[in-house]
């Protein structure tokens, strides 16, 4: 079974800095775009920023200059590191990926479980 686990979160003072981690576990024959979703209450959920298996990036334009992102493909692995933070950014981030696992011949849609990012003084 393909899973994603997200790691870090938490509570941040406005201009600080966090990393979220997320890794995709089971039986995985490919993963092609990886990207961070982010939802805030009473709000869309949207697109932080993606990344492809040959490391093409998209970020949207509120975090363009501010957020990173980045990826191991050979530990299945992306990372979003956030400078810079704005009390606007807090939100659930939620992990997403493209996989095709094993035992399909087609691609699927994952989320992780999602982590708080909460940005205050």
């Known amino acids: 079974q393909v899973q994603l686990v997200e790691s870090g979160g938490g509570l941040v003072q406005p201009g600080g800095s966090l990393r979220l981690s997320c890794a995709a576990s089971g039986s995985i024959f490919s993963i092609n775009v990886m990207g961070w979703y982010r939802q805030a209450p009473g709000k869309q959920r949207e697109l932080v920023a993606s990344?492809?298996?040959?490391?093409?990036?998209d970020y949207a334009d509120s975090v363009k200059g501010r957020f990173t992102i980045s990826r191991d493909n050979a530990k299945k692995m992306v990372v979003l590191q956030m400078n810079s933070l704005k009390p606007e950014d807090t939100a659930v981030y939620y992990c997403n990926a493209h996989i095709r696992p094993r035992s399909d011949f087609f691609v699927n849609d994952y989320w992780g479980q999602g982590t708080q990012v909460t940005v205050s003084s």
């Open positions: 990344i492809t298996s040959g490391g093409s990036t």
